[in-house]
């Protein structure tokens, strides 16, 4: 996948590997809005979440718990929005599996606010189905 950032870092300058193990990596780029934020993503080209192996899954669980220490420690956030986004209607833009690691603060705008808020909205209602 020659133009998959995931795959070949360089592409974004500033992106940056935080941490690491044998199946995946947690990535920062600089962030104006979503401090600390950063992705998971497999080592391997996957294109979705439902193409992990169980080795990538466990990798995840795995460094999920590291980074989590890592942003306590860096940010002190007092909650997280973590997921991800499948497909394009799904809302993914990169097609290689990522997993959005947030930091949550509570003077935040839209604290309180989880990844169903936008969704449940009745702007979100899908026209009647035929």
């Known amino acids: 996948m020659k133009d998959c950032p995931f795959c070949h870092l360089e592409i974004v300058a500033e992106q940056k590997v935080v941490a690491e193990n044998g199946h995946c990596r947690f990535l ?20 979705t979440v439902f193409d992990l192996t169980e080795a990538e899954w466990n990798a995840t669980y795995s460094l999920l718990q590291e980074v989590k ?18 497909q394009p209607t799904g ?3 990169i097609m290689h599996a990522h997993l959005h690691i947030i930091p949550r603060f509570a003077d935040e705008p839209y604290a309180g606010k989880g990844i169903r ?12 189905v035929k």
């Not at 220490?69 to 499948?86: K, R, S, V």
């Not at 909205?121 to 899908?126: C, I, L, P």
Request: proline letters at 6%.
């Open 28 to 47: 920062q780029t600089p962030q104006e809005v979503l401090i600390g934020s950063g992705l998971i993503v497999p080592i391997q080209h996957r294109q």
């Open 117 to 128: 808020h936008w969704l449940k909205s009745e702007g979100n209602r899908r026209q009647a």
């Open 91 to 93: 809302g993914q833009h």
């Open 69 to 86: 220490e890592l942003l306590d420690e860096a940010y002190h956030p007092e909650g997280y929005t973590i997921g991800w986004n499948c």
